[in-house]
T-cell receptor, first 118, second 114 residues
């Protein structure tokens, strides 16, 4: 299957700083990428849908000024957590959607990024 | 609107025993259904998916799931558990067609005892 690379896998930052997480589709072009947040022992919560060349669509309750998403190319989307606080500590996962015919639409997931804000 | 309910946050089995992870869905349109596996500190890997073709779907690692419309269920099974199957499993539903914005269940942690 297609490969999605997410970087970094782990990051520790100080409270008040910003952190950028990259999501790359390595062998395909992704017009749409998704960003999820996962709390310990819980499911994935969709934060936003990132469309190449346009503004991201944020889910209700997600602060767009806090979580900046940029999808500048067909293979790269970035999530920047601005002015991070300890409560932003979480596991962030991106996925890239591959549109197909006959039910072959599928999303491929990155490895996730463990963010710890101290 | 669509939703997924995974019954049981934890399922414990012995190595070699049958694995059964339950998933019930709700969808206002014909659904696409998915099972994903997540190992610690990793992303999700697709096990199998149902996209309105055969109701019995076979996936990787010996897993399979059966779509039962009358029961709105998509339970995941494996005849014989291996230690390496221990992981978190997520059921997901999306609207049929090309939109693919899945809604995930809360996950079931599979524990395999030697």
């Amino acid at each position: 299957g297609a490969v999605v690379s997410q970087h970094p896998s782990r990051v520790i930052c100080k409270s008040g700083t910003s952190v950028k997480i990259e999501c790359r589709s390595l062998d395909f072009q992704a017009t749409t990428m998704f960003w999820y947040r996962q709390f310990p022992k819980q499911s994935l919560m969709l934060m936003a849908t990132s469309n190449e060349g346009s503004k991201a669509t944020y889910e209700q309750g997600v602060e767009k000024d806090k979580f900046l998403i940029n999808h500048a190319s067909l293979t790269l989307s970035t999530l920047t957590v601005t002015s991070a606080h300890p409560e932003d500590s979480s596991f962030y996962i991106c996925s890239a959607r591959v549109l197909g015919q006959g039910g072959n639409t599928e999303a491929f997931f990155g490895q996730g990024t463990r963010l710890t804000v101290v | 609107a669509q939703s997924v309910t995974q019954l049981g946050s934890h399922v414990s089995v012995s190595e070699g025993a049958l694995v059964l992870l339950r998933c019930n869905y709700s969808s206002s349109v014909p659904p696409y259904l998915f099972w994903y596996v997540q190992y610690p500190n990793q992303g999700l890997q697709l096990l199998l998916k149902y996209t309105s073709a055969a109701t019995l779907v076979k996936g990787i690692n010996g897993f399979e799931a059966e779509f039962k419309k009358s029961e709105t269920s998509f339970h995941l099974t494996k005849p014989s558990a291996h230690m390496s199957d221990a992981a978190e499993y997520f059921c997901a539903v999306s609207e049929g067609g090309g939109s693919y914005i899945p809604t995930f269940g809360r996950g079931t942690s599979l524990i395999v005892h030697p």
